[in-house]
Each structure stands twice: as structure tokens, then as C-alpha cells.
């Protein structure tokens, strides 16, 4: 009986608990009911990250949702409707600037998104009256945000590109600006493009160098910089090259030059120098001292890359020869890294500096060569031990045969 | 037997004993040249064991504390770390971006590549710079004096 | 000398009759005609065999046989014990020679109808020393775990798997589990080296037995043309004479062995990883090709069954129509020449060859 009891009132405070965590929102109650575009916001609230953290409706657009008349959306009742274009940010900004109430729900989250987007071309346009450019929710959703983090947000690093295509690749809408709109087609080709498409979302996306409240074309002279935050060492060699004077002076952008803006390819040997797809010729021609360098540098690459290229050949064909050639192949990684070191160092524009690391990386190579024609040298002493042990058996055939032509000539008369 | 030779092998016919002698020197000789291979492949080397997936990397006094060590492991370098706490830990000394051999910073305590300022933390996983993926981490035991590194199955 | 042997001899004998062995031997002769050639491929197969199992032993030395493990104990024979890339490059070469030998002594048995009455178990332990030599083939090619034997074993139990009713069971037994993992080559390890050979001494011994107590088949057009006289029967005593131009071939053998391990060492590849992609390019050891290039033409259905499964059927069907040829041609038992088997003999090896040759191309 006792039991019982216990149980009833178990079920009970249950359910009036349940009740409690959800209360009637006569919102979603009534939008719901409605059709097309006011039934929309309460269908797709349900997965809002708003939704998720217990926030409604009202919590944005005022009104009250315990009343079920009308009267619910009455000014009285504080309620404040949809935003025009223009009030966006200072509507979202309401909750998002304010750091005592967003610590309730993420302390980790920033609060200087308004205060970043009022600097951003964006948003200064937009208090010009430009109602076409992006607020929040353009970017962010409107009724179904969820946090950036999430692979389904427009905002997560994988959809960020796609999400600034939306208004920057449509020649219709960009139509009065002066920027172009092949951005990111040609952003797509970059090797940042490949590397966040393989899963590392570290990669770059457009809000990495534009930022992202704050979106704004890097300047002329921000451009190092902002290559710099991740291409560190070429930042220090090129701020130290003789470029960076000659740049600043010609008002030409540094990085972009040779590595082009939003189409960055992963770079190949062949641009240094002065061959057909080479950049420096793109400045320097025959007989300037850049030129020169550019020559030479091309060339300190180039013997590096003959040199490795051999040792690795002969390690190879030793190592399927079965041949234990593991030490050298070991030593042959520091020439390989003797490479791609002097391939940052082309970045000092400063040939005696790479040469000195190719020359570096040719002598490992050239002592893991050695090492792999003693092994092949080995190798012949195996066929040497071969040609022995043959002659041993050409001995025996021979003695084979005339041992059976004997026995045969015998046995036949 | 002191038949005559038929006449249809006029050739070159030498004698039985010559015969013999050749036969028996070449089937010797190349039996010993058989054998001697097998011989010499049963006597182990003096790498008496394939070296499989674990290898001493160092002497445990070898290593101070927060200082690094390469070594080699297999045909590829491995990183050999004792961290500020005393901690071993190795990796695979082979950064994940362009293959260059990553070494430990002192002054960082942290594994940096010297070829794109390269970072990996002490999990190795890569925090900054363009390494795409973490490095290999191998496992860690102290054998008495040695430290043993095993590649994980 | 001579005194001594025969005391050794006459010791033995009292003992089990070993003068009978030797009597066997003064006795045993080998027919000469212009096919006498194909007499040869047999001794040259045994031979191999003998080589494996030798340079299988040495392999045995230092080969472990775990997946962390396979791969290097290889490379470390192949680099640090002394002679071992010789070793295990004949064992390699050998194996593959061997194969082929068998090949040739198997069609040639064929053609010339040396399965007919009486010879129909010597084909037949035969035929089965066939599949156990196949077994070894197709079981030691994963032993070294390298990336294409890891792949093409890989694929050759996918294909146990597809056989209907028994496939699943099958293709849980050989590989020790639903995935190729070192469970695979632990079984594959007792397979290739407990297992088959066992089979194969069994099989062996029974094989040769047969062989000595039937003597060299004659075929029938060399048994017809002495018949009606239009040649002689002539013979060679086997000791020594055909013997010791079977050790020439032998010798022959084994210094092709040298070569092809010295200038061709066999490649050890780079080790299996499970969970890496499948490299382009996996295909199966060459006498395999057909199979498997039969397989990859045939479209995937055929009226209402699957493609592949109908291909196993068929080489299964095709297999055993080989086995049991001497009692369906029982017709050359009585020194009839049937067609049909010759044409049938000459489809069989066409289509292998044709298929090979299509694999590789």
C-alpha cells in the first residue's frame, strides 16, 4: 500500500516536472498552427542552439507566451516583432555584447561581435543605409543558428566559403561594388581549399584572413602580416629581403605578388628562376641583379633535387635487392630537409644563404649515395659467389655427360 | 671392357679415370658451394634478431630532464623526449607536413619543426604551423638502464 | 671399395630386403621415343620440391609468423643473416619454377594420355599434389605481409566467400575470423608449413609408389606404331642412365635458381597496412591470373545467379571433369584416341595461356 503511494506520487511530480521544463509557449502554440512563413520560425526553432541552451521566443521578440490571445504580441506586453535589416546586430547584440548575461549560458563565448562587425565593410555600409550587405543572421541563420563548432552550421570552416559565395559569388547582387566575384571560385583552387577539404580545419578559409565580424580586405602592407600568422619564417625573411623596400615603394602588397590572393597553389621549383613559369621574371629581366640570383637560386635548387634524386634511386634499388641500406636512408631525410629548408630560404632573396643549405643537403646526399654503391657493390660480390658455384656445375654437367655417353657407348656394342 | 669405340664418335673421348675425376671434382666442388651458403645462413648474425617493432633508444642517464633525442627506429628517425616531469615519451621524428625531422624545444617544451615553424604539443598533437596531423606516437618502457620504444600494433 | 658396399648392402638386405630395392632399380627402364622429353618434368618437379622444402626449413630459422613481426623477420633475413636473401629468393623462384614444372608435366601426362587405365590414381594423387602445390602457393604468398600479398589474399579468400552455402563458413576458416588480420597469417603459417606438407608427403609417396609399380606410360601412338611394327621398342635402365640425365636437369635447375636469385632477388615490398587503401595494381601470383581474369570479365549477372559465383562454379565443374578425365576417357584405355579430351586438353591450356596473357597485359 505503502509502496504504492510512493509510486503515485512519484508519477506525479514527475510529470508536473516534465511540465515544468517545458511550459506551454502559446508561440509556438499558435505559429504553428499557421501557415507558410509564419509557421517557419517555430518549425525550425527546434534545433536552434537558442532552443537547446532553454531559450524562446519571447527571449528575443518580446511578448508574453503564457498569454493565448493576441494580446500576448501587444507592445504592453513588450513585445518587439522582427527586426528591420538595419537593426540586426543591435538586436542579437542585445544578449551578445552583454558579457554578465552571456556567461550564463557559454563564458567562453566572445562579446565584441557588434562592436568587430561596426568596424567590418559590412557593417559600417549598413549604417550607411545599405540594406544588401550581410548582418548576423546572413551568415548565421535565422531560427535554426547552431554553433559554429557544428558541421551543419553555415558558419562551421568547412562551409564558410560557401556561405560568403552566397552574396559574394552572385555577379547579380555584388553589382555596385567594386569587388570581383570570382573570389572564391578561385579560392576554391587554392591548396588551402584542398587541405580543409581533406579535414584539417585549421586550414584557411575566407574569414581567416578577413576575419570574420570584422570582415575586411587586408591592406597593402597587412598582407605579410596576415600570411605571416601561419607562414611564419617566410614573414621574417621576406620583412628582412631586400623585396620588402622595393614592395613598399612600387605600393605593392608583399605575399600576393608571386603567390596570387585568393587562387594560392601550392608553389613548385619552377617559379624560381627564369624559366617559362617562373615569377621573378615577372619584375626582373636580363642583366639585372635579380635576375641573376633568380638564375642561380634556380640552379642551387635544381643540383639539390639531381643529387637527391640519385641517392634515393640507388638506396632504392639496393633496399629491393634486399640489401640493408636503412642507415643511409635515414641520413638521406636531413638532405631531403637540407631541401625544403632552402626552399623557405628562397624567401630571403638572398642566393649565398640558399646555396649554403643545398650545398648542405648535396653532401648528404652525396655520402648516402656512396653508401648505396657500396651496397650495390656488395650486391656483385653475390654474383661473383654465383659465377663460382656455375662453373662448379658447368664442371658437374660436363662430367654428367660424358659419364652417361660412356656408359651409353659401352652398354650399346 | 676393351671394345673399340664405334665409329659414329670419332670426337673428343677422354678416358674413364678423366671421366671420373671430373665428374666426381665437379660434383663435389659444386655441393660444397650448395652447402656452404646454407652454412654460413645457419650461423645467426650478429644482429641476432629482427629488429620487429621496438628498439633501445637510449640509456636512461643519457637524457636530462626537459631535453630531447633522435634515434633511430627502423629506416625513419624517432623523437625520444624526457619531459620537465621526468616523463619519456617518443614519436615518429617525421613531421607530418613535408616529411622533415622534427626535434624538442627546450625553451617551448614543446616538438617544433625547424623547416615551417612547425608545433606539435607532447601528445603530439600539431597546435600550430601547417602540420596537418598529429605525429606517430610510440609507446615507452624502462628496461633497467634502457629505454625501450615500441611501435604500437 | 666395391667389397665394403656390398658388405653394407648384404647387412641391409638381411635386414629389410634392401637387395630387392637395388634389384628394383637394375630393373626399372625408361622407353626412348620421340616424347621421352616429358618423362622429365616430373623428376624436375620432385626436385623442386625437394629444394623448397630445404630452403623452407632454413626459412624456418628465423621467420615469426605474427603480423608486428612477419615482415621484419624477412627484411632481417634478407639483410642481416648471411645468405639469406639467397635463401629466400630460391625459396621464391623455386616455388614459382616448381608451379610451372607441374604445369607442364600435368598437360604433358594429358596429351600423351598417360592417366588411362591403369594410371587412372597416379592422375588422380596427382591432380590433388596439384592443388596442395596451388595451397602452398596462394598460403606462403602472404607469409612475408607485405602490401600486395596482404591485398591479394586479401581478394583470393573474398572469392571462398562468394561460393553459396559453405562460402561464409569458408571464408571464416581461412582467415581466421570475418577480416584478413594476423589470425589470417597464423593460419596460413601452420597451413603452409604443417598442414600441406603432411598432405603433400602422403600424396607424394602414394604418387611414386604408383609410378614404380605402373612404370613409364607409353602413349598410344608410340604403343600403336610398335604394335604394327613400324618401330622398335627401345628403352633406357633408368639406373643410371636416365637418372643421371635427370640430375643434369637438375644441375640445370638449380644454377637457373642461382642466377634468378642473384640478378633477380625477389622483392620483400613494403609492409601490409590493414587499414591502409588498396594500392592500385593487386593481382595474384601468375598462376592464378587466369582465375582471376575470368572472373573480373564475366559481367555481374548471369541469368539469375552472380557473375563471380558462376565462375567458381564453372572452375570448380572444370576441375573436377579434370580429375576424374581418366574414367570419361575411358575409351584410351583401350588404345582409342579420343578428340574430343585431346581438343578439350588443347581449349584448357588455350584458355589459361590466353588468360594470363590478357591479365597482364
Request: hydrophobic share 45%.
Amino acid at each position: 500500500m505503502k509502496i504504492t503511494a510512493t509510486a503515485v506520487a512519484l508519477f506525479l511530480w514527475a510529470l508536473g516536472s516534465a511540465f515544468a521544463v517545458s511550459p506551454q509557449d502559446s508561440c509556438v502554440t499558435c505559429h504553428s498552427a499557421l501557415e507558410g512563413k509564419q509557421a517557419e520560425p517555430a518549425r525550425l526553432f527546434a534545433a536552434d542552439v537558442h532552443r537547446q541552451v532553454g531559450l524562446g521566443c519571447a527571449d528575443c521578440h518580446g511578448g508574453d507566451p503564457k498569454d493565448e490571445s493576441m494580446n500576448a504580441m501587444s507592445r504592453a506586453k513588450g513585445f518587439r516583432g522582427a527586426p528591420k535589416k538595419a537593426q540586426v546586430p543591435e538586436f542579437c547584440a542585445r544578449c551578445h555584447a552583454d558579457i554578465a548575461y552571456m556567461r550564463r549560458f557559454n563564458p567562453k563565448l566572445r562579446v565584441d561581435q557588434l562592436s568587430q562587425y561596426l568596424t567590418s565593410v559590412h557593417g559600417k555600409r549598413l549604417k550607411q543605409g545599405d540594406t544588401k550587405v550581410a548582418a548576423c543572421v546572413d551568415c548565421h541563420g535565422v531560427h535554426n543558428m547552431l554553433p559554429a563548432s557544428d558541421t551543419r552550421s553555415p558558419v562551421h570552416p568547412t562551409n564558410v566559403a560557401s556561405t560568403c559565395a552566397r552574396c559574394h559569388a552572385d555577379a547579380e547582387h555584388m553589382k555596385g561594388y567594386k569587388t570581383p566575384t570570382d573570389q572564391v571560385a578561385r579560392y576554391l583552387k587554392s591548396v588551402h581549399a584542398e587541405m580543409l577539404a581533406q579535414g584539417d580545419t585549421a586550414a584557411p578559409t575566407c574569414s581567416t584572413c578577413h576575419g570574420n565580424h570584422g570582415a575586411t580586405p587586408p591592406g597593402v602592407t597587412s598582407v605579410a602580416n596576415v600570411c605571416g600568422t601561419c607562414h611564419v619564417f617566410f614573414e621574417q625573411l621576406f620583412v628582412k629581403s631586400p623585396h620588402q623596400a622595393a614592395f613598399a615603394r612600387m605600393g605593392l602588397p608583399g605575399c600576393v605578388e608571386c603567390h596570387s590572393n585568393h587562387e594560392i597553389v601550392k608553389p613548385a621549383d619552377d617559379w624560381v628562376g627564369v624559366g617559362a613559369k617562373a615569377v621573378c621574371v615577372n619584375c626582373h629581366a636580363v642583366g639585372d641583379k635579380g635576375y641573376a640570383a633568380a638564375q642561380k637560386m634556380a640552379g642551387d635548387l635544381a643540383r639539390l633535387k639531381t643529387f637527391l634524386g640519385r641517392a634515393e634511386e640507388i638506396l632504392g634499388t639496393a633496399e629491393r635487392s634486399g640489401m640493408g641500406v636503412s642507415g643511409p636512408k635515414v641520413e638521406l631525410t636531413n638532405a631531403h630537409e637540407a631541401l625544403v629548408k632552402a626552399r623557405v630560404n628562397v624567401h630571403s632573396f638572398n642566393e649565398p644563404e640558399v646555396r649554403k643549405l643545398t650545398e648542405q643537403g648535396v653532401d648528404i646526399a652525396q655520402k648516402a649515395y656512396q653508401a648505396g654503391v657500396v651496397a650495390l657493390r656488395e650486391r656483385d660480390v653475390r654474383r661473383k659467389g654465383l659465377g663460382i658455384s656455375l662453373i662448379f656445375i658447368v664442371l658437374a654437367v660436363s662430367g654428367l655427360y660424358l659419364k652417361i655417353r660412356q656408359i651409353e657407348s659401352g652398354s650399346r656394342t | 671392357m676393351a671394345t673399340a669405340d664405334p665409329p659414329q664418335s670419332a670426337g673428343f673421348r677422354p678416358g674413364r679415370r678423366w671421366i671420373n675425376l671430373l665428374l666426381g671434382s665437379g660434383v663435389v666442388a659444386s655441393i660444397a658451394s650448395f652447402i656452404y651458403p646454407a652454412i654460413r645462413y645457419i650461423i645467426p648474425p650478429v644482429v641476432g634478431e629482427s629488429p620487429s617493432r621496438s628498439v633501445v633508444a637510449a640509456k636512461v642517464a643519457e637524457l636530462k630532464r626537459n631535453t630531447g633525442k633522435i634515434f633511430k627506429f627502423g629506416s625513419r628517425p624517432a623523437l625520444l623526449v624526457r619531459t620537465a616531469d621526468g616523463e619519456f615519451k617518443a614519436y615518429s621524428a617525421v613531421c607530418t607536413h613535408l616529411n622533415c625531422t622534427v626535434q624538442y624545444r627546450e625553451d617551448l617544451r614543446q616538438i617544433w619543426c625547424a623547416c615551417h615553424n612547425g608545433l606539435y604539443d607532447l601528445e603530439g598533437r600539431n597546435v600550430s604551423g601547417p602540420p596537418p596531423r598529429p605525429l606517430e606516437t610510440f609507446k615507452v618502457n624502462v628496461q633497467g638502464e634502457d629505454v625501450v620504444v615500441t611501435r604500437s600494433a | 671399395m666395391a667389397s665394403l658396399y656390398r658388405q653394407i648392402l648384404n647387412w641391409l638386405d638381411e635386414r629389410f630386403g634392401a637387395g630387392a630395392v637395388e634389384d628394383f632399380l637394375r630393373h626399372k627402364t625408361v622407353p626412348i621415343h620421340r616424347h621421352t622429353i616429358w618423362y622429365y618434368f616430373g623428376g624436375m618437379t620432385l626436385f623442386l620440391f625437394v629444394i623448397q622444402v630445404l630452403t623452407g626449413i632454413l626459412l624456418l630459422l628465423y621467420y615469426r609468423p605474427t603480423p608486428d613481426d612477419a615482415f621484419e623477420s624477412v627484411q632481417h633475413i634478407m639483410t642481416q643473416v648471411r645468405f639469406g636473401w639467397l635463401i629466400r629468393s630460391v625459396h621464391s623462384w623455386s616455388a614459382n619454377l616448381m608451379i610451372f614444372t607441374a604445369f607442364v608435366h600435368m598437360f604433358s601426362v594429358y596429351f600423351l594420355k598417360g592417366y588411362r587405365k591403369p594410371r587412372e590414381l597416379t592422375w588422380i594423387t596427382g591432380m590433388l599434389l596439384f592443388f596442395v602445390l596451388l595451397g602452398f602457393g596462394f598460403s606462403g604468398y602472404l607469409l612475408p605481409w607485405n602490401t600486395l600479398a596482404f591485398f591479394a589474399t586479401k581478394v583470393g579468400t573474398e572469392m571462398a566467400g562468394a561460393i553459396p552455402v559453405l562460402g561464409k563458413w569458408l571464408l571464416v576458416f581461412l582467415r581466421g575470423g570475418e577480416e584478413v588480420t594476423g589470425a589470417t597469417l597464423t593460419r596460413f603459417f601452420g597451413f603452409h608449413v604443417a598442414v600441406l606438407p603432411g598432405l603433400a608427403t602422403v600424396l607424394l609417396a602414394m604418387h611414386l609408389l604408383l609410378v614404380q609399380h605402373l612404370g613409364m606410360s607409353v602413349p598410344p601412338g608410340v604403343e600403336r606404331a610398335t604394335a604394327e611394327g613400324r618401330a622398335t621398342a627401345r628403352v633406357m635402365p633408368f639406373f643410371p642412365n636416365f637418372l643421371l640425365r635427370d640430375i643434369i636437369g637438375w644441375y640445370v635447375a638449380l644454377g637457373v635458381l642461382g642466377a634468378l636469385a642473384a640478378i633477380f632477388p625477389w622483392e620483400l615490398g613494403t609492409k601490409a597496412d590493414l587499414f591502409a587503401p588498396a594500392p592500385a595494381g593487386i593481382r595474384p601470383e601468375w598462376y592464378f591470373l587466369f582465375m582471376f581474369q575470368t572472373l573480373k570479365l564475366l559481367p555481374a549477372r548471369i541469368f539469375f545467379l552472380e557473375g563471380e559465383l558462376v565462375g567458381l562454379l564453372g572452375f570448380s565443374l572444370a576441375a573436377a571433369i579434370w580429375v576424374v578425365v581418366p574414367f570419361l576417357d575411358y575409351r584410351a584405355g583401350f588404345g582409342r584416341v579420343t578428340r574430343f579430351f585431346t581438343g578439350l586438353g588443347i581449349f584448357a591450356l588455350g584458355f589459361i595461356v590466353a588468360m594470363s596473357f590478357l591479365a597482364l597485359w
